[in-house]
């Protein structure tokens, strides 16, 4: 697949280089007449301001992609959370870590329940805790985008102060990993 920000940029400059050329053609066919008509002005307005309108368009490609997976996202982070809460309430009640391999055994051991768009974009979560001290929620993703599918999204639980301090992180690219 191209790079979006090269296509986009390509077709840019492929269409300033035709308005370009397009000046040329209107050029020399006003050398002839000492100066342009409105009609030929109207035109020359017209053409820039399509070239104009595309180049942004093309531009706004990308940003428009980007939000587009992190909406799709979206679904992932919000079902991670929920299952973050529950392993909070888990080891306040049991003073010990879940360990929970897919969302069936989520959804029995924690009471947590996937919403279908959370389901056809997760392709495992897992639930483990491999020190005392730390619980890890990770989720590989699915059905998304080739930027982040197969890409494992991570959220990571230490007890502090009384509660539990939860950090999100993964081999996801950072655009697409939650701040908080």
């Given at each position: 697949?191209?790079?979006?920000?090269?296509?986009?940029?390509?077709?840019i400059w492929?269409?300033?280089?035709s308005?370009?050329?397009?000046?040329?053609?209107?050029?020399?066919?006003?050398?002839?007449?000492a100066?342009?008509?409105?009609?030929?002005l109207?035109?020359?307005?017209?053409?820039?301001?399509?070239?104009?309108?595309?180049a942004?368009?093309?531009?706004l490609?990308?940003?428009?992609e980007?939000?587009?997976i992190?909406?799709?996202?979206?679904?992932?982070?919000?079902?991670?959370?929920?299952?973050?809460?529950?392993?909070?309430?888990?080891?306040?009640?049991?003073d010990?870590?879940?360990?929970?391999?897919g969302?069936i055994?989520?959804?029995?051991?924690?009471?947590?329940?996937?919403?279908?768009e959370?389901?056809?974009?997760?392709?495992?979560?897992?639930?483990?805790?491999?020190?005392?001290?730390?619980?890890?929620?990770?989720a590989?993703?699915?059905?998304?985008?080739s930027?982040?599918?197969?890409k494992?999204?991570?959220?990571?639980?230490?007890?502090?102060?009384g509660?539990?301090?939860?950090?999100?992180?993964g081999?996801?690219?950072?655009?697409y990993v939650?701040?908080?």
């Amino acid at each position: 697949m191209a790079n979006p920000n090269s296509l986009a940029n390509g077709i840019i400059w492929f269409l300033l280089l035709s308005l370009l050329l397009a000046f040329l053609i209107i050029g020399k066919a006003r050398m002839k007449s000492a100066s342009m008509s409105k009609i030929d002005l109207i035109v020359l307005v017209c053409v820039i301001c399509l070239v104009i309108g595309m180049a942004t368009a093309f531009s706004l490609i990308p940003h428009q992609e980007r939000e587009l997976i992190k909406g799709k996202m979206f679904e992932v982070t919000n079902a991670m959370s929920n299952v973050a809460r529950a392993v909070t309430a888990y080891n306040q009640e049991l003073d010990s870590w879940p360990h929970c391999d897919g969302v069936i055994a989520i959804q029995d051991s924690l009471g947590v329940t996937f919403r279908k768009e959370a389901i056809d974009r997760i392709g495992s979560i897992t639930v483990t805790s491999l020190r005392t001290k730390e619980v890890i929620i990770t989720a590989t993703i699915k059905g998304i985008d080739s930027r982040v599918d197969g890409k494992n999204l991570t959220l990571t639980g230490k007890p502090s102060k009384g509660d539990i301090l939860w950090v999100w992180d993964g081999t996801v690219p950072s655009t697409y990993v939650p701040k908080k």
